[in-house]
């Protein structure tokens, strides 16, 4: 590595575009100095200071899959939420802020694994499992790997377009309102959901909120899934 | 470090004397933990005075709710800058709990279910500047606020106001507790902004 | 405000441990589990972060930045290892 920078300072970052995901999430591509590259499922910190010196932090997930160059991150805008209105509402190209990062060496996978891989994603979740599946795509892996992924409506799904042609078996479940016509799931992911739809025996990846992401990972210990082949990651808030 | 253009703070200061320094004014009632919520079931529930005293003392839950009630109406003050003004509380002053108890130590560490405490000098507790709540805004101190009852010590930060409380441990010298031995202060005055050793 | 897991304090962590805290596996002192330390349950308590053992909620390790220090506790790690 060429850089003097350390993965845990400090760094500029200006955003190089902007593109709307859903009317309450959108993806920012960084331009970040000296940035060596990430592992499918990391994240970086990134750090916003106000013109009074104020400083706010969060955690976002690297949405790009390692090979596609500038890091891209999705951010959903939370109720009250005190940092990802900014990135959604207010954010545009130019602008600038800190990151620190990629950090994670657990919830990461790469496509030199060969085991089958199950991929949970609760709203937001999704974000990191992208990059995995981004990941697969571009290397060509013939991994058998399966999304489900829980979100209220059909407007809050990330993705939705790029999910059709993702190359694996994707399995939605709404949990508020479903699209007319819809034959699927409409209900919280439930064990009998997942005996019906989960690949088990491999490895697991499930994110989104911790409570989700406990539930669910409940589920499929009670479905005989050894503890050590679930790998979570929980979001909070922001 | 850069500016991020359009990025402020979401919160406002009030001016007035009301807010001791640094702090700023929060409508909601952020929950914020270093542990678990414990679910310590009532018939099981006791507090009691220890350590360096004349007698210790220990009340089940139905005696402490035949303790003597006040129902305070402070402001509060969390040194990660929050305050809440005219919050209202029910329960029993501390000076009732130590009536007719012979303190040997002038410190006390309350400690709580899950293993929390927080040291403090007794002074602080008595005086009328100290309860043992299990009331606030009029209904039961639900369990994420501390529940079934808490310390309430509001004219020093908030981390001194242990939550899920279970007694009083007096002591000779002061000894830090969980946020003190990772360098907050031993005392906590929002108005001198006592938040770390040494302040 | 719910719990977290290790991956939330890597970020944090990453000013006190050279390496990755999500690629160390961590043995309680309370309870004797060994596990990845990114499934610890971390709490952003505000004043500091905690983090426990996912078995037993022994507090593993224990950090507060702030009065012009960074503090680190972490009797409740019998011991901590990485690959290399």
């Known amino acids: 590595m060429s850089s003097v920078i350390r993965a845990t300072d400090w760094r500029e970052a200006t955003v190089a575009a902007i593109a709307p995901e859903t009317p309450r999430a959108a993806t920012l591509t960084l331009d970040v100095p000296g940035w060596d590259g990430h592992r499918a499922g990391q994240h970086v910190d990134v750090r916003l200071t106000a013109e009074d010196g104020y400083r706010a932090q969060r955690s ?17 805008e939370l109720f009250d939420g005190e940092v990802s209105p900014w990135f959604v509402q207010v954010a545009a190209e130019g602008d600038m802020f800190e990151v620190r990062g990629p950090f994670g060496g657990w919830f990461v996978w790469d496509a030199s694994e060969t085991q089958p891989i199950m991929l949970i994603a609760g ?14 795509r571009n290397a060509g892996s013939q991994v058998p790997a399966k999304l489900l992924v829980s979100a209220r409506e059909a407007d809050d799904v990330l993705y939705a377009r790029e999910l059709e042609t993702i190359g694996v078996d994707v399995v939605l479940t709404y949990t508020r309102r479903a699209p007319r016509d819809w034959t699927g799931y409409t209900r919280r992911v439930d ?22 992401v406990e539930t669910v990972a409940d ?16 979001f909070g808030g922001g | 470090m850069p500016v991020t253009r359009g990025f402020n703070r979401r919160r406002e200061t009030t001016p007035g004397d009301r807010l001791p320094p640094g702090q700023y004014l929060e409508r909601g009632f952020p929950v914020l933990s270093a542990g678990p919520t414990p679910e310590t079931p009532l018939d099981e529930w006791t507090f009691r005075i220890t350590g360096a005293v004349d007698a210790e003392r220990e009340w089940t839950w139905e005696e402490f709710q035949a303790l003597e009630k006040e129902t305070p109406t402070v402001d509060i003050h969390c040194v990660t800058t929050w305050s809440k003004f005219d919050t209202t509380w029910e329960g029993v002053s501390v000076d009732t709990l130590l009536d007719g108890v012979e303190p040997l130590g002038g410190y006390v560490t309350a400690f709580s279910d899950g293993g929390y405490t927080t040291n ?21 101190l639900e369990p994420e606020h501390g529940g079934p ?15 899920w409380v279970r007694g009083l441990y007096f002591m000779e010298s002061d000894d830090p507790g969980f946020w003190e031995t990772l360098g907050y202060h031993d005392r906590g005055d929002p108005w001198l902004e006592q938040r770390y050793q040494g302040d | 405000m719910e719990h977290l897991d290790g991956n939330a304090a890597a970020g944090e962590l990453s000013e006190v441990f050279a ?19 990114a499934q610890a349950m971390v709490y952003e308590a505000g004043m500091g972060t905690v983090l426990r053992c996912p078995q037993c909620d022994a507090v593993l390790l224990r950090y507060v930045r702030g009065g012009g220090e960074l503090r680190v506790e972490m009797r409740g790690i019998r011991v901590m290892h990485w690959p290399t």
């Not at chain 1, 976002?60 to 959903?76: H, K, L, Q």
């Not at chain 3, 390496?19 to 330390?37: I, W």
Request: proline share 7%.
């Open chain 1, 60 to 76: 976002y997930s690297i949405a790009s899959a390692p090979e596609d160059g500038r890091p891209m991150i999705t951010v959903e």
């Open chain 1, 123 to 136: 709203g937001s979740g999704l974000v990191p499992l992208m990059s995995m599946l981004r990941h697969r």
């Open chain 1, 191 to 212: 064990r009998a959901m997942l005996q019906e739809t989960a690949i088990l025996g491999g490895r697991t990846y499930i994110c989104g909120p911790t409570t989700f």
């Open chain 1, 219 to 234: 589920h499929l210990v009670a479905l005989g899934e050894p503890p050590a082949n679930i790998r979570t990651e929980r």
């Open chain 2, 120 to 140: 403090l000098p007794l002074e602080d507790l008595t005086g009328g500047r100290a309860w043992v709540v299990y009331g606030f805004d009029g209904e039961a």
């Open chain 2, 149 to 163: 009852a808490r310390l309430l010590v509001p004219h020093l930060y908030f981390w001194k106001s242990a939550k």
């Open chain 3, 19 to 37: 390496l990755d805290v999500t690629t160390a596996v961590a043995t309680c002192a309370g309870c004797g589990m060994t596990g990845p330390v």
